[in-house]
């Protein structure tokens, strides 16, 4: 199925042309002001993925206006609604959290700014309310990850007593990514009945976050075999309390992530992280693409999907000299 500009501007007004249906004071002119709305700066995905918005936008010649929720829905709200005010032609952002959406996209809607979500999906009944959604595919991360640690459960020496327990540091509570990145996860794990998540918490995807977390896991979890991380960078913070309580991270308990930035590809080559997951922040471009097509009022897909790797400790020491983030 494909959705159009067209079919949102046909029920509004008609027979009118698509580029005044655009609605925005700069379509006359051909230029496109873009609004996004970035969920903060909680991580080095975060801030790579924040780069290549406004670098993209600046080579694609539209006008962008970004802002800064850190990591508050109400904040987004706000700049959601401000862009309506100012009539953008686009309105992008990456919510925070998955449910809340539909009023302030129905009152996008209703002023005819058509909106593009990038990174992190809503949970809506009215697809109607975004033309796409473009980003990665967080359940399929997961699996990957569950399906390294069925792989490499013996082979990792993790299970001497015949159990293999697990802790989770969760993204931020009510995100796409936490959800599904701990469902995929978990759906693939179940193959093997040695393997237990013991405790999972949230480390709101922030290195302090997951440092704090594992803290407390250490403390009151006799036995740790393997951390799962939803980014890295609580993996990063996880390694720090690892190691201030004596143990070896990498090697005492194997430490699987999710990103593949660049402080956490240097932790997986030094061993000290066994696996990652890659989640891909360089949507500048293709969200660039997609709203120059959206305003000139050409179809986009309705789902737009990144496409990732993994790195074994190996990969990232030969990935690592190119990676641009
Ligand atoms: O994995 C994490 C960031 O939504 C995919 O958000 C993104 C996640 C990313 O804070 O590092």
Known sequence: MKKTLIALCA????GMSLSACGSSEGADDGSI????????????????????IQESAKEAGID???????QKQENQIKSIRSYIQQKVDVIAFSPVVETGWDAVLQEAKRAKIPVVLTDRAVDTEDTSLYVTFIGSDFVEEGEKAGQWLVDNADASDVD?????NVVELQGTTGSAPAIDRKKGFED????????KITASQTGDFTRDGGKQVMEAFLQSNP????????N???GLGAIEAIKAAGK???TDIKIITVDAVKDGMTALAAGEINYIVECSPLLGPQLMDVAKKVAAGEEVPDRIVTEETTFTPEQAAEALPDRKY
Request: aromatic content about 6%.
């Open 160 to 164: 001497k007593d015949g159990a293999i």
């Open 232 to 234: 890295d960078d609580m």
């Open 64 to 70: 962008l206006k970004f802002s800064d929720a850190q």
């Open 248 to 250: 070896k991270p990498g």
């Open 11 to 14: 029920l509004a007004v008609g």
């Open 33 to 52: 002001t873009m609004g996004f709305a970035q969920v903060g700066a909680e991580s080095g995905w975060r801030t790579a993925n924040t780069t290549s």
């Open 223 to 230: 036995k740790i075999d393997v951390v799962y991380a939803h």
């Open 188 to 195: 693939k794990i179940s193959a093997d009945s040695k393997i």
